[in-house]
């Protein structure tokens, strides 16, 4: 299995899928963002404004922090791939499982990856002992909160010990955020200026359904250091569509709790009924289940129409994981029915 490859690719299969590989909200744009795209079609014939002013200015706003404080990205996998030319030729921290992109940004600009890895037996949870593996020779630590494919949260307390850490050995925490609106759990930005060593990645992806627009921007008390990583992105890295898209979706006040108290009674449903069939399903808080069977179920899965995420190029993990995302309940009654038929003919 191609050690980078994601889900979302409903492209490379001939027939029709369901797709439960990516991991994005299943209500769809919020209130609004299709009209406004419709109505703005003569105002994309010219160039998006580089800065990106008045979404940097509305994102703010969304967290109460300063303009300047914000970078806009294409997406924050763009991001990743700055900060990594940014910091190249530096050794990185990373936890296994998680997402791929921090491993492959770390060696395209020629750096070295050290692995934390995470057990099975404690839910994949990033626990106290990270602490000590962040020595001197780290300058980078990529975490994920929750975790990509796991859907574990790092506690706040704990994100804390693991940020002053990288102070004491002059290392940056880099600390993505992209699924924690679907939760209940803080955010960091709240103890943003504390930590002059901390960048934030957010993306517009996954709560407001905008993965084809691709928007996500990074948060940062350092100022110098934003701008820095900004020379390392194209002039004009985010377009005039998404960064009218984004301005919409950040008016749209009550989607996110709406698409959370959706999410978690799917999931809890969905876990459930997993979990009768056989599977085992890890308790996550996310937009996702991480499952495990005593056979691969990603093929059999596939011919019944139904696309999962094959988990078997995470490190930690094989092919008997697979990671589904949360859908409507019509489609998720689709994948169980499909799931039963797979495991019992």
């Known amino acids: 299995m191609e050690r980078y490859k994601h889900g979302g690719d409903i492209y490379a299969h001939r027939h029709p899928v369901l797709d439960f590989s990516a991991n994005v909200n299943p209500l769809g744009y919020p209130p609004g963002l299709k009209e406004t795209l419709i109505e703005n079609l003569d105002s994309f014939q010219r160039y998006p404004d580089a800065h990106c002013r008045g979404l940097r200015k509305a994102i703010a706003d969304h967290h109460n922090i300063t303009s300047d404080q914000v970078l806009c990205g294409n997406g924050a996998a763009d991001l990743i791939y700055r900060i990594c030319a940014y910091f190249r030729s530096r050794k990185a921290l990373i936890t296994a499982p998680t997402f791929s992109e921090y491993e492959r940004a770390v060696y395209v600009y020629g750096g070295q990856v050290s692995e934390y890895l995470l057990k099975e037996e404690n839910h994949f949870d990033v626990d106290e002992s990270i602490v000590d593996t962040i ?40 600390l993505d955020e992209c699924f924690i609106d679907f939760t209940s759990f803080e955010s960091m930005i709240s103890l943003m200026n504390r930590y002059p060593n901390l960048l934030i990645l957010r993306a517009f992806t996954k709560m407001y359904a905008m993965a084809g627009l691709r928007l996500g921007y990074m948060l940062s008390a350092n100022k110098e250091l934003l701008d820095a990583i900004a020379t390392f992105g194209a002039t004009w890295s985010v377009s005039g569509p998404a960064q009218a898209a984004g301005l919409v979706a950040l008016k749209a006040k009550d989607w996110t709790n709406k698409t959370r108290i959706y999410i978690q009674k799917e999931r809890s ?24 069977y005593n056979r691969p179920l990603y093929q059999p899965l596939l011919e019944k129409g139904i696309l999962v995420r094959d988990c078997g190029n995470y490190t930690g993990l094989s092919s008997l994981f697979v990671r589904i995302g949360i859908q409507t309940r019509e489609k998720n009654l689709k994948l169980l029915a499909a799931f039963k038929e797979a495991l019992y003919g």
Not at 271 to 292: I, S, T
């Open 269 to 292: 449903f969905m876990a459930e009924k997993l979990q009768a069939l056989g599977p085992k399903v890890f308790p996550g808080e996310a937009n996702y289940l991480l499952l495990k």
């Open 135 to 174: 020595t001197d020779d780290i300058r980078l630590v990529f975490l994920c909160t929750p975790n990509n494919p796991t859907g574990r949260i790092i506690p706040l307390p704990l994100l804390e010990d693991i940020a002053k850490r990288c102070q004491q050995v002059r290392a940056f925490l880099v």
